[in-house]
């Protein structure tokens, strides 16, 4: 039970963490005048109007049952930059704003943590208050991870846009052939076990803060 509880929250904590990740693109987007994502529904909290199978559930229970540092991925929020009003700025705002949303979820509830990890150590403890904890736990946890990711200069992820809108226009061909095969580079970076390499000891050095281990 315990280890389905911990499958549970850590899927729940990513699901809401992808809504708010797309949704802040979405909200980028439109502040930049761009109402694609308005229009089709895509700026809210719903997982269901974000909720990629494989990448939302399938792939993070996974992660999950191995132990291994949970994150994944939910449907794109569209984003049409020729509605935009200055489209390379645009590109830019968009593209931070997802990483950003996660890096401000990630201190939100870590605050909860320590909200109530006092209240854990006295007589009584448990019940609520130790499954909102372990959500909390894992949602800075999932939320670390999911922007660190996204920060990644490949596409498509986040971070490839941020450093295309920042790149000398001379370079629009490099950007091109990156996008081409960003995927393949994106693949190998997911089956050669680098990302963990990075991703775990980083969520180990946040648990141990978390958790006031020294």
Known sequence: MGETLQIVVQVVGL??????????????????GDPTAREQGRISLNPLRHVDTVGSIVFPALLALAGAPVFGWARPVPVDLRRTRKPRVANLLVSAAGPLSNVLLALAFAALVFAIRPRL???????LDEIVFLLAVNSVLINAALA??????????????????????????????????????LFAVLMTGVLSRVLGPAQRAILDVLLGRH
């Open 15 to 32: 699901l809401f963490a992808v809504s708010f990740h797309e949704s802040a693109h979405g909200l980028a987007a439109l502040a930049c």
């Open 148 to 185: 660190l990711f996204n920060l990644l200069p490949i596409p498509p992820l986040d971070g490839f846009g941020v450093l295309e809108s920042l790149l000398p226009r001379r370079l629009a061909p490099l950007a091109f052939a990156m996008r081409r095969y960003g995927m393949l580079i």
């Open 121 to 127: 150590q006295g007589p009584g403890a448990g019940g």
